[in-house]
């Protein structure tokens, strides 16, 4: 069973900067494409950024665009989130989530699906990422 336990939340003002590591344990971890999703207060989850097994393609939520990256670093099993000039409407739980890499290139992660799991297997537990004003 793969666990995914995320870090690197925290509280930060506006136009700071934080990385969010996501360790991967308990499978091979390049059979998996791995994503990023958060929730913020009230709202629903959504999905943030993705990328395929090797590292080699990306995918964004078009309001993080050019602030945030995803990237891997498949020798350490470890998925990583760096967010740039963050704002107050990045405050959320930042939740890693690993799925078979062959689903990666259907874009399916980006809707929530009829199980509202974005069709992904694995989940971790959140970091919390609060921004202020």
């Known amino acids: 069973q793969v666990q995914l336990v995320e870090s690197g939340g925290g509280l930060v003002q506006a136009g700071d900067s934080l990385r969010l590591s996501c360790v991967a344990s308990?499978?091979?971890?390049?059979?998996?494409?791995m994503a990023w999703f958060r929730q913020a207060p009230g709202k629903e989850r959504e999905f943030v950024a993705a990328?395929?097994?090797?590292?080699?393609?990306?995918n964004y939520k078009d309001s993080v665009k050019g602030r945030f990256t995803i990237f891997r670093d498949n020798a350490k099993n470890t998925v990583y989130l760096q967010m740039n000039d963050l704002k107050p409407e990045d405050t959320a739980v930042y939740y890693c989530?690993?799925?078979?890499?062959?689903?990666?290139?259907?874009?399916?992660?980006?809707?929530?699906?009829?199980?509202?799991?974005?069709?992904?297997?694995?989940w971790g537990k959140g970091t919390l990422v609060t921004v202020s004003s």
């Open positions: 308990g499978g091979t971890f390049t059979n998996y494409f």
């Open positions: 989530a690993a799925g078979p890499r062959g689903r990666y290139y259907g874009g399916r992660y980006s809707q929530p699906g009829t199980r509202g799991d974005y069709g992904m297997d694995h």
């Open positions: 990328t395929n097994s090797n590292g080699g393609a990306t």
